[in-house]
């Protein structure tokens, strides 16, 4: 129980920092500030946490294919095929909309 009162209160301290951040006008630093974050929940197994804080990277940057990308996989991760697979799509649209067919047709070939 402590431990998921400790992950709890951390999410709530993230998005402190992270408002903070974007009422300063800095986004990238916000992105950053999550994908940290959410590499740290990973780590620690927490896995649905670490796809929270992305989530909320991908409505700050939602061009942001690395994001997206680290979304999928831990979609996948959590065996929810359908949200790792629009994720995946997404990405590869950005690559292809910004003249990167080659990285889209890899970003494609990943999750097939």
Known sequence: MKNIETSCSEL?????VIESYL???RANDAVAYLSRAAERFS???LTLK???VLKKASTI???NTEVLKRLSKLF????MKEDALRHC???AFVYYRTGRAEKAMQTCRKIV
């Open 89 to 91: 799509i997404k990405a």
């Open 50 to 52: 670490a796809i929270a």
């Open 23 to 25: 009422c300063a006008g």
């Open 61 to 63: 940057a939602p061009e």
């Open 43 to 45: 780590q620690r197994g």
């Open 12 to 16: 709530a301290g993230v998005m402190v």
């Open 76 to 79: 996948l991760r959590c065996g």
